[in-house]
């Protein structure tokens, strides 16, 4: 299959030779522009329903045909890859991508669902519907090339073990494997925890062959990745509220037509209100689902405001060091 560019190229090579066709604007019409977007999941995952939400709404916005080419399950590696040929304009349009995958283009960007960021989600909602992440998004943007159209997510984050925690004391230790930024590392440090970065595709195994005892994700990624069969603990520490953007390629962007652009900005920001609707109403259906199953095993956390307390001195230093204390402050003094 041509990549769109190619194919583009190679309409306009004809449309330039020796009159072939008609007019420039026929072959246009009949060759609809191709928009490739992948995803780590599945059709039925959050997080590509919202992509394929925002498929519907372009073609929708724009009123002309669009072809969308879809690599899931991993097809074209994970989110990291993904946000990299972004970046470079090449294989891959958009998708959903975590924060944390954005840190070598922007220090500020796993700033955008940090652990302990939002008290809970009225606090979250009002967070992204007050639009307080924009400065971050603008950087990621002008830095990476990458633009953050749309915010989903709204799976709260608890941590997944092979064995059960109740308070502080208990987690001691506990070898967790963490998102790759820094910050993931540090938070869980200060709570006493032993972090990890490892490949989400190698937690299963990770945990399976005692390199780690745990992970840590929302309902949606426990259920599509089975870590309840090595982790069947769930720790409720409710120490994140997911936040993922959906991104588009800035390069790819700027070769599309001035309407399709404005189509891709509405629909991006109507999708991820979609996949934070969706995802924050069927997080806790799925925890049970999975628990009336046998599957895992709620395990009530009792000293959250203790955790809070040890990592809230290392949220505050980071915001200082990424130029974000000011948005930290205004985050901090919303009321739910």
Avoid at 159 to 185: C, D, E, H, K, Y
Avoid at 218 to 236: C, D, H, K, S, T
Avoid at 241 to 257: D, E, G, K, N, Y
Wanted: hydrophobic fraction near 45%; charge should be positive.
């Amino acid at each position: 299959m041509n990549h769109p560019f190619q194919r583009r190229a190679l309409l306009g090579g004809l449309a330039a030779g020796a009159g072939l066709l008609a007019a420039p604007h026929v072959a246009r019409a009949q060759a609809p522009i191709t928009l490739n977007g992948a995803s780590q999941f599945n059709e039925e995952h959050v997080f590509t329903r919202a992509m394929k939400h925002f498929a519907e709404k372009v073609v929708q916005y724009y009123g002309r045909p669009v072809n969308f080419v879809w690599h899931l399950n991993s097809s074209l590696g994970l989110e990291k890859q993904y946000f990299e040929y972004m970046s470079a304009g090449r294989a891959v349009d958009f998708g959903i991508v975590s924060p944390a995958h954005m840190s070598t283009f922007s220090r500020a960007a796993p700033f955008i669902d940090a652990p302990f960021l939002f008290r809970d989600l009225a606090h979250w909602n009002k967070v992204l519907d007050g639009d307080m992440l924009k400065p971050i998004s603008d950087e990621v943007e002008r830095r990476a090339r990458v633009a953050l159209i749309g915010f989903a997510g709204g799976g709260t984050r608890n941590i997944f073990a092979n064995r059960p925690a109740t308070n502080m004391a208990q987690l001691r230790g506990l070898r967790v494997r963490v998102q790759g930024a820094p910050i993931w590392s540090r938070t869980f440090q200060a709570i006493g925890m032993a972090p990890q970065v490892i490949a989400y595709n190698e937690v299963y195994n990770a945990i399976q062959n005692n390199v780690i005892e745990a992970g840590e994700n929302e309902a949606a990624g426990v259920e599509q990745m089975r870590f309840y069969e090595v982790g069947p603990n769930l720790i409720m520490t409710e120490h994140a509220i997911t936040v993922r953007p959906l991104c588009f390629s800035v390069q790819t962007m700027a070769r599309l037509p001035r309407e399709l652009q404005e189509a891709v900005r509405r629909a991006g920001r109507e999708a991820g209100v979609f996949g934070r609707n969706a995802e924050s109403s069927e997080d806790a259906q799925k925890i049970t689902a999975l628990e009336a199953a046998g599957r895992l095993k709620k395990i009530t956390f009792t000293e959250r405001a203790q955790m809070n307390a040890a990592v809230a001195p290392v949220m505050q230093e980071y915001a200082r060091e990424i130029d974000a204390a000011g948005i930290f402050s205004s985050i901090n003094a919303l009321t739910s």
